[in-house]
């Protein structure tokens, strides 16, 4: 039986492992806020996340959600090595990852599918502040920095926004990425039918 949970607050917890707040749940309309772990999923590790919030959570990788599978879930203020929001091969669908960090790569997000989500003031100390070896479809990512590759890194993007991003290395808004019907600037080397 998976432990289901709903209209719940997991604050404060702590994991020697994985899944601070949340360990292969199905979770929906929660506040999973302040918990860590310290390996993966600071919020939640492996999880069924629905219309919840994930804010302050911390861990090695994946600060916010680690291999989890979140819907209209909001990723927020939290923070990790690599992955400050989200790490692992996470699904995300109208998803709105805002003001994630981590100290290595991917401050949103590293890995995993992202469809339809907003990145937006994410920060990562090295590769790809919005997003680092991830694929985007729908998505708008903006207002993210990183030593390269502001708003994303090395990651395959589709029909996707990709603006407003900075970079102390390198092109702002991408770098090391495949692109197809998007508007970025400059245009990317591969890829097609994008604008700027």
């Not at 909001?74 to 998803?95: H, K, P, Q, R």
Request: aromatic letters at 6%.
């Amino acid at each position: 039986n998976i432990p289901m949970l709903n209209n719940c607050v997991l604050s404060n917890n702590t994991a020697g492992r994985n899944g601070g707040g949340s360990f292969s749940c199905t979770i929906s309309n929660c506040l999973l806020i302040g918990n860590s772990a310290q390996q993966g999923g600071g919020g939640d590790e492996g999880g069924l996340v629905y219309n919840c919030i994930l804010t302050n959570n911390s861990a090695s990788f994946g600060g916010g959600g680690d291999d989890s599978w979140m819907f209209n879930c909001t990723i927020a203020g939290n923070s990790a090595s690599t992955g400050g929001g989200v790490e692992g091969n996470s699904w995300l669908v109208n998803c709105v990852l805002n003001g994630n960090t981590a100290t290595n790569n991917g401050g949103g997000t590293l890995g995993g599918e992202l469809d339809n989500c907003l990145l937006i003031n994410n920060w990562a100390q090295q590769d790809g502040g919005g997003a680092y070896y991830g694929g985007l479809y729908g998505c708008t990512i903006v207002s993210n920095s990183a030593a390269s590759g502001g708003g994303i890194h090395s990651s395959w993007v589709v029909n996707s926004i990709i603006y407003f991003n900075t970079a102390l290395d390198g092109t702002n808004n991408h770098t090391n990425s495949s692109m197809s019907s998007c508007c970025t600037m400059p245009l990317p080397d591969s890829g097609a039918d994008n604008i700027a």
